[in-house]
């Protein structure tokens, strides 16, 4: 995830605002439910995919590709003797077209903007949606401690291995209860630590008191943003309108 | 004039606020750890990601001894999950009620000072949870019902480790009161 990894894109999905994409997800993720034909969910899952490919981190995206793709066959393969069993009737993969459809839909859009997001970003976003103190707080101190988390991990790693525990998928099989252990304990108690200097220095700098902050580079909308917008709301009230709608004679 | 200069009371205290950001992100993080390590969805990576998840829950609420704790952690979640790992946000009024339901269950059976109130609250917490997810899972497949049997074996399995992560995390919260580690906000 971009948010993870730090890397620098200028593309068309990187200019755009958070907000603009968080409207986006949700609207689609929204209409899709309500959705059951496959020509509207196929029409809203084609835009995805070039929403997502405007991201250009193509190894990723090849990457959740292939886990959704592995776990839709995995279901299915599960479902099909389950609807054998149960009605006594043949069911092939065609048959899960739409549920599909659906799930590749909300995936393209989700993660879209999960890839372009920044951490500055992100929190531009949260703080430009205005969220109550409450909120914004928590919600930042998250974003900002995925980076310590990570060193954390790769240094318990790296303790642990300097006493010959090695960490990885046969200690996990072999040994689960004392791999997590041994991995965790630490860092519940360097969270802890961490959360109460974090705490101690925010009740010092006064954040939460009465007097709301200033915005030194206010993030605005822009044109790209009402493009995607305007974009993605015709295009999804094209999709009801096939489905509920006068275009309903376009279906096969 | 005293009173003017008096800052005043609020509900959340920032140190609590930041303790539910931390572990919100050592939640995911986690979970999203012992999944990759795991090698994605084998049962004994579910189990434990969900043992862990929860034994972190209970740390986090017997932390912050508050109405509302459950609520906000679900907020800051899932809206962490839909910005970084492509949560749907759909999801969000259903697992605002399942905390909000939670919080209820935490104050009316004994409140939160009794560990076992919270105990009960989490376990409740976990069960809501997976009964949305399910409930999103119906949304979504709804046309393939035997699909919604599939995901329920799953999240059976998940909840399992939510169990026993009831009482690791009792245990884990203990150990770390004793040592002086975990101190009520």
């Known amino acids: 995830m971009q948010a993870y990894s730090g890397t620098n894109n200028t593309g068309f999905i990187h200019r755009l605002d958070a907000r603009t994409k968080m409207a986006v997800a949700a609207g689609v993720s929204i209409v899709v439910v309500c959705l059951k034909e496959p020509l509207p969910l196929a029409l809203i899952g084609i835009m995805g995919f070039f929403f997502l490919l405007s991201t250009g981190r193509f190894r990723l995206m090849a990457l959740a590709y292939l886990f959704i793709g592995l776990m839709l066959i995995t279901a299915a393969g599960c479902a099909i003797p389950i609807i054998k069993l149960l009605k006594g009737s043949d069911a092939s993969y065609a048959d899960f077209l739409v549920p599909f459809l659906r799930i590749i839909a909300t995936m393209n859009v989700v993660l879209a903007m999960a890839l372009s997001n920044r951490i500055q970003g992100m929190l531009s976003a949260l703080k430009s949606l205005r969220l109550p103190l409450f909120i914004y707080l928590p919600t930042s101190a998250t974003i900002r401690f995925i980076p310590v988390f990570m060193e954390d991990v790769r240094q318990i790693r790296e303790s642990l291995k300097i006493r010959g525990f090695h960490i990885g998928v046969k200690s996990l099989f072999l040994h689960p209860i004392l791999t997590l252990r041994l991995m965790f304990a630490p860092l519940v108690i360097r969270a802890l630590r961490s959360a109460d200097d974090l705490g101690m220095a925010a009740e010092l700098k006064g954040i939460g008191l009465t007097t709301s902050s200033t915005h030194h580079n206010p993030t605005r909308l822009g044109f790209r943003d009402a493009f995607t917008l305007l974009f993605w709301v015709l295009l999804l009230g094209l999709s009801l309108g096939i489905e509920f709608g006068p275009l309903k004679e376009m279906l096969p | ?185």
Not at chain 2, 88 to 116: E, M, T, W
Not at chain 2, 156 to 162: E, V
Request: hydrophobic fraction near 55%.
């Open chain 2, 1 to 185: 004039m005293l009173n003017t200069l008096t800052p005043p009371t609020r509900y959340w205290q920032p140190g609590e606020l930041i303790v539910i950001g931390i572990f919100s992100a050592m939640i995911k993080l986690s979970s999203l750890l012992i999944a990759l390590t795991g090698g994605g969805m084998n049962p004994l990576s579910l189990v434990l990601k969900n043992l862990v998840a929860t034994s972190l829950l209970v740390v986090l609420v017997f932390k912050v001894r508050k109405f509302g704790v459950l609520t906000l952690f679900v907020t800051v979640s899932t809206l962490i999950s839909m910005l970084l790992d492509g949560g749907n946000i759909i999801r969000l009024p259903g697992a605002l009620i399942a905390g909000g339901l939670c919080d209820l269950v935490i104050h009316f059976s004994g409140g939160y000072q009794k560990p076992g109130a919270l105990i009960a609250g989490v376990a409740v917490f976990d069960l809501l949870s997976r009964f949305i997810a399910l409930g999103l899972s119906w949304l979504t497949m709804r046309e393939q019902p035997a699909m919604v049997m599939v995901a329920s074996v799953i999240v059976a399995l998940g909840y399992l480790g939510c169990l026993m992560g009831l009482f690791s995390g009792l245990h884990l919260s203990r150990e770390l009161t004793h040592a002086g580690v975990l101190r009520h906000e």
